[in-house]
Nanobody, 130 residues
Framework: QVQLAESGGGLVQAGDSLRLSCSAS??????????MGWFRQAPGKEREFVAA?????????YYADSVKGRFTISRDNAKNTMYLQMDRLEPEDTAVYYC????????????????????WGQGTQVTVSS
């Protein structure tokens, strides 16, 4: 069974930075077999795509327009961990952030579609005050 666990959330001020981590575990689980993504859900809103990364350690990445240039997704397959570096945070970034994994044979594809992902973490709260 695959388990994803997010960490690194917290309360910060506008303009600050945070680094989220997503640690994966499970018997015979290898992160390198999964393309990964970050999503977020703000209060009263639908969950939305934030960023995605291909299997091959960052060869392909994709971002929502709202975070492009401020957030950076990365992964360390040897550590079974994915990251989301969030800089110049804005109050609009306040949300619960979720990581997700999708097993695929493709090493270079990414997906923004929620229903493509097989596994999800429980989420970590990020609150940005103005």
């Amino acid at each position: 069974q695959v388990q994803l666990a997010e960490s690194g959330g917290g309360l910060v001020q506008a303009g600050d930075s945070l680094r989220l981590s997503c640690s994966a575990s499970g018997r015979t689980f290898y992160l390198s077999r999964y393309r990964m993504g970050w999503f977020r859900q703000a209060p009263g809103k639908e969950r939305e795509f934030v960023a995605a990364i291909s299997r091959n350690g960052g060869g392909v990445t994709y971002y929502a327009d709202s975070v492009k240039g401020r957030f950076t997704i990365s992964r360390d397959n040897a550590k079974n961990t994915m990251y989301l570096q969030m800089d110049r945070l804005e109050p609009e970034d306040t949300a619960v952030y979720y990581c997700a994994a999708d097993r695929t044979i493709s090493t270079v594809s990414v997906t923004t579609m929620e229903n493509a992902y097989d596994y999800w973490g429980q989420g970590t709260q990020v609150t940005v005050s103005s």
